[in-house]
């Protein structure tokens, strides 16, 4: 019998080795990977970012925030680039989240945040609470107040709900957990030029989007909108659990000393795989390449799966793709799996892949090939 909690549906095998975009279970079988562990070895399991683990876990792994920390500034620089934001790093996706939803509070002195129906922010209190779909709050009692829930897509409902309170809008561009659904971008942008107006922040949330994901090193640089604050997670440090809070200088008075912090956030191992990512990720073309190679593999995937009467869609953006599918979902990440392919899925009736940014275009191949087979 388990000792764990079962709040996971765990398949009845265990990977035990990687090797670049392949993983093998405890039997020895080879798969390729389109999952990225959730959106998370985005570089797969990259040479270059086992050296400078290995690197850093023999010089000293973690010291604690009490003290100065290059690695954290290195980071920091390359992820703001030319913007002119500030940088709080944590461990996951819903504690950067946290720390952007304390961040629009304190700084507008506003309380009420508007996220959107079937958005996913994360499993704590908060990041919870942002999130738009009842059955991940189902059973813990009271949420904490002050947020409501638009139509995604629908600026008008956004509109119907800002009051004189309102702190901030925070949203997903590509809704990753509920199917990926991608902004529209007019929406977005109109979203973006009435927040400013009306001296709302915007939020948005990077983890599943960023670190190349949808092609661009975030997805808000597809839109051309500065958001005043934006989160970080999965692919940022390629597997050593991290998070970043971005937040425009503007807004820095906010997080004054003694405001908000982290034990473990932003520790040498974690900043030493996140600089190994940038190294990667930031090198002329890589994101460029990553974008094409998504596009390459959507055209793949409609072609191969266009008679297949079971999809009734094929979306995403960059390397974020999800096919919609009347097909039982389990029994399609089975058959996959069964074929040597791991893919996750989303919401109802999505088969959702999202394969590490280094997968070559044979391994694309070999991805929709199993897909055909799966689908038949
Ligand atoms: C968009 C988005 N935000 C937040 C989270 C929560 O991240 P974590 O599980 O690291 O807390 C996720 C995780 O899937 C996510 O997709």
Not at 187 to 204: E, H, N, P, S, Y
Not at 253 to 267: P, V
Request: with cysteine.
């Amino acid at each position: 019998m388990t000792k764990l909690f079962e709040n996971y549906k765990r398949a009845d095998i265990e990977f035990v080795k990687a090797e670049g975009n392949y993983l093998f279970d405890s039997q020895g079988k080879q798969y390729l990977d389109f999952s990225s562990g959730i959106g998370v070895t985005n570089l797969g399991f990259h040479p270059q970012v086992k050296a400078a683990l290995e690197k850093q876990v023999v010089e000293i792994w973690h010291t604690p925030n009490l003290y100065q920390n290059s690695l954290q500034e290195e980071v920091a620089s390359r992820l703001i680039g030319d913007g002119n934001y500030r940088a709080f790093f944590c461990n996951s996706g819903a504690e950067a989240n946290e720390a952007a939803i304390k961040l629009a509070r304190k700084a507008t002195g506003k309380q009420e945040i508007i996220t959107f129906q079937n958005s996913f922010h994360g499993r704590t209190f908060g990041s919870m609470s942002a999130t738009g779909q009842d059955k991940i709050k189902t059973g813990f009692g009271e949420g904490v107040p002050h947020f409501s829930y638009a139509d995604y897509n629908d600026l008008d409902s956004v509109k119907d709900l800002v009051t004189t309170d309102t702190a901030a809008v925070m949203l997903e561009l590509v809704q990753g957990e509920s199917g990926v659904l991608p902004a529209d971008s007019d929406f977005v942008t109109d979203l973006a030029d009435f927040c400013q107006a009306q001296g709302i922040l915007l939020i948005v949330d990077e983890v599943q989007t960023g670190m190349g994901r949808t092609g661009k090193l975030y997805s808000f640089q597809h839109y051309g909108i500065t958001p005043d604050i934006f989160t970080l997670a999965k692919g940022l440090a390629n597997g050593v659990p991290v998070g970043a809070m971005l937040g425009l200088e503007k807004w820095a008075y906010a997080f004054d000393y003694g405001s908000h912090g982290s034990t473990f956030g932003g520790n040498k191992l974690a900043m030493a795989a996140s600089s190994a990512v940038l190294d990667v990720m930031l090198a002329d073309g890589f994101l460029a390449e990553a974008g094409q190679k998504g596009d390459y593999l959507q055209a793949q995937l409609q072609q191969a799966l266009e008679n297949k009467s079971t999809v009734t869609q094929i979306r995403g953006l960059g390397m974020m793709i999800g096919i919609e599918t009347n097909e039982n979902l389990a029994d399609i990440v089975e058959a996959a799996r069964g074929a040597g392919l791991i893919v996750l899925t989303a919401g109802k009736n999505v088969i959702r892949l999202l394969p590490p940014l280094t997968l070559t275009k044979d391994e694309i191949d070999q991805g929709v090939t199993i897909l055909a087979q799966v689908f038949n």
